[in-house]
């Protein structure tokens, strides 16, 4: 239901693996979220934030599972999970709100970044006129003395 809604009313695409091992042999497909159960096939869903954090650490994840467990809620939040919830009534909801506060601030990163490199630009041309400047001005010492 949350591929169908994720990909209906976002047009994000949206992959599913069931096992950690299967989503952390893909993330040379760069995602911009992942949404994690903590309870899968092989390695846990821990042990799979750990190894996507070690490999994508600007990649938000968000655990999404159906059972608790209070300890293993600390250790994610501990270890910097973006968010950890329950799969519950509303969950579908908030997974939505999630999806879109990423989306935002990944938007929002991205014209950061564009500023950021238009200031370096902007800088290097500078630079780049003073030297010609001081270039001719050295020039035209020489050819007045």
């Not at 040379?28 to 846990?44: Q, S, T």
């Not at 919830?85 to 990423?102: D, H, P, S």
Request: proline share 3%; aromatic share 8%.
């Amino acid at each position: 239901m949350l591929d169908y809604m994720l990909s209906q009313e976002h047009k994000l695409r949206c992959i599913r693996f069931d096992k950690g091992e299967e989503c952390i042999d893909s993330l040379k497909l760069n995602p911009d979220m992942i949404i994690l159960d903590y309870v899968l096939p092989g390695i846990n869903g821990l042990e799979t934030y750990r190894k996507i954090k070690m490999t994508k650490p600007e990649v938000p994840v968000v655990i999404l599972t159906g059972h608790y467990d209070a300890s293993a809620a600390q250790e994610f939040l501990k270890e910097g999970v973006y968010d950890y919830m329950l799969k519950e009534e509303n969950a579908v909801n908030t997974v939505k709100a999630l999806v879109e506060n990423v989306m935002d601030q990944a938007e929002e990163e991205k014209i950061q970044e564009k500023e950021r490199w238009t200031q370096r630009e902007v800088l290097r041309y500078t630079i780049g006129f003073i030297a010609v400047l001081a270039a001719l001005a050295c020039i035209a010492w020489f050819i007045s003395h």
